[in-house]
Nanobody
């Protein structure tokens, strides 16, 4: 099973940018679709963006399209989330996860997701 460690969060003003990183263990990283999720205070965790194993295709929720970009470096067992034009509504703890299929990340197929890491806090001030 893939072990995941998120980093890169912080406090930023509205309109600013952050780049999140997720380091994964395991020799089969390239075979997994990877995704970013977030959980705001008092809300359920939600899918934000996902990318297939090769990195050739990605999927975003409407709220972040055009602002966030997911990418991966399979040689470094890492996935990234570049977040631009941040809004206060983006404030949340951000998590990454892995699944055998991108669809599992998008719909939250629990049995296909890996273990959750500790996440990284993103706070956007107005």
């Amino acid at each position: 099973q893939v072990q995941l460690v998120e980093s890169g969060g912080g406090l930023v003003q509205a309109g600013g940018s952050l780049r999140l990183s997720c380091a994964a263990s395991g020799r089969t990283f390239a075979s997994y679709a990877m995704g970013w999720f977030r959980q705001a205070p008092g809300k359920e965790r939600e899918f934000v963006a996902g990318i297939i194993g090769s990195g050739a295709s990605a999927y975003y929720v409407d709220d972040v399209k055009g602002r966030f970009t997911i990418s991966r470096d399979n040689a470094k067992n890492s996935v990234y989330l570049q977040m631009n034009s941040l809004k206060p509504a983006d404030t949340a703890v951000y998590y990454c996860n892995a699944a055998s299929k991108l669809h599992s990340l998008v719909v939250g197929t629990t049995e296909d997701l890996g273990s959750w890491g500790q996440g990284t806090q993103v706070t956007v001030s107005s």
